[in-house]
């Protein structure tokens, strides 16, 4: 079976890191733009969001210039993402789960999707370590689909 990789942040981050993330991955990179887009929460509650993104190399950070971008390393992820698809032997129970919203490989501390989330790294990007991006993000497998299903 033809498949498609994608990945979505980790249940570890709560909703103000998630949201950040989707700002940022849709174009918002001023760090007051961010602050003004969400008034429900307090600058505090942002600012956290924020470092603890950017400890965990989600992102980075321009100081000086007050802009948050995503970090390389996930930059090279997303582009492997959209640019590959993989042949895999899926066994037949899984199949559906993979066509209709995709497959996903998560799990902090299991060992076995640890290794799987390792293998998807290392394959996505041969030769380069990601380790830090195994406990950060969780990996879905979905179905690959002709133009007409986008």
């Known amino acids: 079976m033809k498949v498609k990789i994608d990945f979505q942040l980790n249940r570890q981050f709560g909703v103000v890191e998630n949201i950040i993330f989707r700002l ?3 174009g ?5 733009e961010i602050t ?23 992102l980075a950070a321009d100081i ?19 640019e590959n698809t993989y042949e895999i032997d899926v066994p037949a129970e899984l199949e559906s789960y993979i066509k209709g919203d995709g497959l996903m490989i998560s799990g902090i501390s299991d060992e076995e ?9 290392f ?8 380790d830090m ?18």
């Open 64 to 82: 000086e210039a007050s802009k948050l971008y995503l970090s390389e390393p996930l930059v090279a992820i997303i582009d492997m993402c959209l």
């Open 36 to 58: 003004k887009a969400l008034p429900l929460f307090s600058d505090s509650v942002i600012a956290n969001g924020i470092k603890h993104l950017v400890n965990r190399q989600i």
């Open 24 to 26: 940022i991955l849709n």
């Open 113 to 121: 999707s640890h290794s799987l989330k390792q293998a998807v790294l």
């Open 123 to 130: 394959e996505l990007l041969p030769g380069i370590r990601l």
């Open 28 to 32: 918002f990179t001023d760090s007051r």
């Open 133 to 150: 991006y195994v406990d950060s993000i969780d990996f879905v497998l979905c179905e690959e689909r002709g133009d007409q299903h986008e």
